[in-house]
């Protein structure tokens, strides 16, 4: 069978992810396909961008299974809207953060979160707490670089990410790294390189290459979210939203 | 000094919650108003119907600061957009939920949340592990009826509840109810009659009025959240939501 | 309705708490009165302390409800009795320290609780845990100042305060803070101050006037305590102290 | 060395505890003296009589010390006084409830504390808790028989807890059961032939003869508690209280 | 690349996993092999199997690496020799268990582990504390049927595990079930359907095509476990084994 | 009755563990008898090695008990083949660490585990949360030394890890010290006078000692561990390993 994932980035901006930092996973029983949000915010860097970014992910959740996708993927380590997703559909929805710090499990005792802002340490927190992944949690790491700026200087960027993944390593006792932006795609290498040259052998999660794997792996295997917890909304008024699929059918 | 708290009912149907349910709550230096929201879903039983009911939301609390409220209540048990909120917003931000499960840590050892829906479960689940407080977690209990359908019976309702109730302390062995919906409004008193005929003298949390006395205490103690974990919204490009405080000044 | 709250400061030491620090809490709805107890320590500073101070509070708690109170609060942070006072009336009975902790909740994700001497770390940490919130106790401070000399300079007690806040934000990540000795009351203000004057703007809990609010909140919901949990105690011989309410009565 | 253990039971009823229940457990090595308080409750069943019962303990332990012994255990399951004894002396002092369920947790996976009344549910949980053993805490069982009529019918006793004592295996999922109360004392025997009988092969804990026995292992292995942690009572003015070691010497 | 997955089966009986098992996940990408062990158990059903069947799966695991395998299985749910094959080699390991456990979180909130025996249920609770995932740990279910007699009656096996994982959905609140033992391979459809029927949409994870698709993923992402966590072991006189890897060179 | 304990050290080196270590522990009613393995590995440092030790470990305990020992205690702070070895035989098996971080729960709030090798971080951990006592791990500290070199200057370890265990208490908020390996035996006496020297009154568990006492003391209280969750495993075909206890009957 052949697994087709949609990434849906849960914001309007053009230009920050490209097809091309998707399209070197596709395989021959594997394709990607990507979309922005229309309504929402520019980057999301709190629970504010957060909460307008929801309401049009859900709506590309929706449209993509229509359309035949069989796993989709939030682009954003927030996991924006992941629940209400799962709600909405039946093929698997996978929340970048909550994929890679269960993987994270997988390799190591406690993960680092090496993110963008400081700000972002209560949101991680409750995440973290929600996952149930608290006693795996051994730092937070910030750079404190706004989101829209990470692409102008990637050497700088991956600098201060592996500076922090160090600290994490030897201060935090962390012995995996999450990378807590999946606009830090393609800088996991460097990151690793440099972890290695100070003697310190742990792994680098770059979150969405994981995800897409890991959506395969799920499709391959016939799982999906437990529909028992995310039964789909009733049918209800709506103001504001156009989801014909759970508003209410029109009598005539 | 004068209280103003508002109440902001997530949802856009009319009729269910009435001026009414909080006049009582007013005193000489206490004063409640109330508004629903325009945009959102006609009541909240998912996380999709929370995800729709946000961004409406965290513009009514704008609105509310503006126009004077120095405390604000989001009248839903899911505490939907209180990050958010408090993220938008400086004066104090309540949960009806957070609030309910935190005074129920002053009145007893573990707290049966008592509520419409089976499937909230796993959400109730996640907001308490959010909030730190699943040490004291005893109880989900659901009736199964639909929140719109709340206020035709409230006798039957009333007794539903109950009968969960007793199951909760006798069976979970929690010493303190929470109304898991804030539609229960005005069932607490039956419901404590119910479980008192069984010899069981456990308090019974009705969470809107204890949100508008809370709120007035953090009001006069001159506290509210921690603006280091909730700072403002940076100002970015947002699509098909109107925040002018949080979009980018227009240059000319 | 009126409240009517007795605050039991439960040390032998005159002069240490004056009606002066609690008259500003009164309303037209809602007074205080406060008593020392008779039998007990000079000052609490240990768990020794702490025994010794509880008789004659469950003694004064049970005075200050035969004499009309609807609400009572133990002036101390080791929340010494709390229980047995709890069993012994059926007004609310609250701790400051479990009134401080659980709204710290309500307006951030972690703690840091900053108090006298670095020998009630133990002792703070056993009352979190069996509050249930160790999920949000960020950092225990002290500044090693006995009780009874915190009077005696409140501007360096504050400042000192104040220094062991910041770094409890700034190295322990705690986002609200908790006042951890009844006895720092009105330093609230300046230490807040201090920490806004570092960019660092975090609620500062003073435990007594918040514990006053949200007693009067509890009062004017119609909650108490469970008795489920807390029954009267049973009758019977009892040497040394007298509590005629809990002895055998005598039979003639 | 020669062990000498005190054994204090903190209630003023002559008859409970005789020296013949512990004078078994003497050897060579080994002797156990016992006393009663003067002050305080006939029988502990609740956390008011738990407080009366701490002052003369305090005072016990101290004479106890004084007297030559080099191990004090406090002869009730609710280890009244626990730390404040361990700040007073600095010979070791052993609650049974603390002992028995570190105990437990090297003969099983969890324990189910299986006790006299219904009552005392909350009381245990915050003593699981603050010892940091919740994670092996499997059952709380009681069989609502008051302390003082536990030795009146040994037998229906001993009945009543292995009935709970089997349920709390079967449907808790317990391996290993304590018994709840010091009172119990000689009962263990008859409830684990009893579950040996249902083909459930489980260790039964009499909390008292174990606690002689791990004191002695701590007095020849020259351990006892962290003086950092329970550091002496400061001397101060005490009032209805005479403890000279802590209170200030006077001048002349 | 193509991914080359060994399975190691840590039993000597043959004739218990067939190649036929695994050779349906094959892809042109992906390939499977298998092994038994030489030493060591006929199957796993108790601590004692586990520790016996470790030394030589540590043995089969280098060997696969040596031989080009670029991820390691081991089969069995106990995890047997998890972390000391991940000191031996550098390939990615996978214990089904854990893989199962961390996916289960991918997908609801909370796992019924459906096993053989009920004595295995400590040894999955140290496990899965021991995997930081005690906060998703909804049920432990056995349906007591030796190893061994698995193959014997699949029909009825399924039947049995079906009654068990409908019984962890309803009393349990289980929302994932995972199949507690490799050697159910291939139930996992019929339990799932037997939910189905229930009303129950819950997903069935069958452990080791999980393990696979998983591996896999890892592989293709270029992860492995953390050789910080996991270094390899020194080398040192070893009796009784032969790991001239680990042994001291002989000098000549 | 006299207590007779047998010690195996489970690696294959002679001269590491003298008979005079444990002689002192001896008493008239007390016996102490050693004995190493004889397939396995030459010191532990490890998971590699610990699993190496296991096999023959439980082939010295089943002859330990055969030949009369009532109580089993695995010299190794590792615990290897603790729960196998339960299996095995029905006298208490002690593992030092399980043994001396209960033992630590009844002497302060927190301990440090300060040991030989950075690596077993991981491997302590996770014992910790096995053996649910994770609120009580205060502090992994290590100093770098291989065990083989342990012996070769006690003076310049003990002051290394008295080092590390002043840096835990200070800095870590330990109040308890563990001795993190067997090898130590014989230092604490050193490491508690450099603790004292710094004002730091916390006790130092020596495991060894500890266990033997305390394995004592389970032998005269009649307990051992729960065979309900420790049966003896069943009886099958085994390879490569001598266990005819646990191995099919031939027929005749």
Known sequence: MRTQIELITPIITEGVRHLDDVKPLERADLSVSHTLIQQGPASIESEFD?????P????????????GANAIIIDCMG???LQACREAVTVPVLGPCQTALHTAGLLGHGFAF????????????????????????ASFRAVDIPVLDISHDLA???????????????DDHADVIVLGCTGFLGCAGAIRKALLSQGLDVPVIDPIP???????????????HS??????????ALQGYSFPEFSPVASH
Chains 1, 2, 3, 4, 5, 6 share one sequence.
């Open 114 to 137: 090496v993110t963008v802002l400081e700000r972002l340490r209560s949101l991680v927190g409750k995440l973290v707490a929600a996952y149930g992944l608290k006693d795996s949690y």
């Open 156 to 170: 700088s960027l991956s600098a201060a990410l592996a500076r922090e993944a160090i600290a994490a390593v030897r």
């Open 210 to 224: 994981l995800a897409v794997h890991m959506a395969d792996a799920l499709v391959k295997t016939g799982l999906s």
């Open 227 to 236: 529909k028992l917890t995310y039964p789909p909304p009733g049918r209800k």
């Open 56 to 67: 049009d992910t859900i709506r590309k959740a929706i449209d993509a299974e229509r359309r």
């Open 79 to 81: 996991d924006p809207g």
């Open 50 to 54: 957060e909460a307008l970014s929801v």
